[in-house]
């Protein structure tokens, strides 16, 4: 079993920050990556950032430049500074893990940005 604890969510004005935090415990061994997803209403859950075991990194073009994804191993976190937040912002935003054979999935946090 594999627990990941999301914080850091809230609610911003447009061209704030926020950072997310998401801890992770459990049988996290061999992990390939860790992420974050986000869905908006009516929207389906859609990739924001990922971060591989080796530290390569990968952004959805529409966050490219604003948001950075990070994490620290000794704690099994993942971390994503989000700068210049925009009203599109505004989702649930989910902290996946992907192992051989199984995605973990947090509980999601709100981010809301508004104009």
């Known amino acids: 079993q594999v627990q990941l604890v999301e914080s850091g969510g809230g609610l911003v004005q447009s061209g704030g920050s926020l950072r997310l935090s998401c801890a992770a415990s459990?049988?996290?061994?061999?992990?390939?990556?860790m992420g974050w997803y986000r869905q908006a209403p009516g929207n389906q859950r859609a990739l924001v950032a990922t971060?591989?075991?080796?530290?390569?990194?990968n952004y959805a073009n529409s966050v490219k430049g604003r948001f950075t994804i990070s994490r620290d191993n000794a704690k099994n976190t993942v971390f994503l500074q989000m700068n210049n937040l925009k009203p599109e912002d505004t989702a649930i935003y989910f902290c996946?893990?992907?192992?051989?054979?199984?995605?973990?999935w947090g509980q999601g946090t709100q981010v809301t940005v508004s104009s």
């Open positions: 971060i591989t075991s080796g530290g390569s990194t």
């Open positions: 459990g049988s996290i061994f061999s992990f390939l990556r």
């Open positions: 996946n893990l992907a192992q051989v054979g199984r995605d973990s």
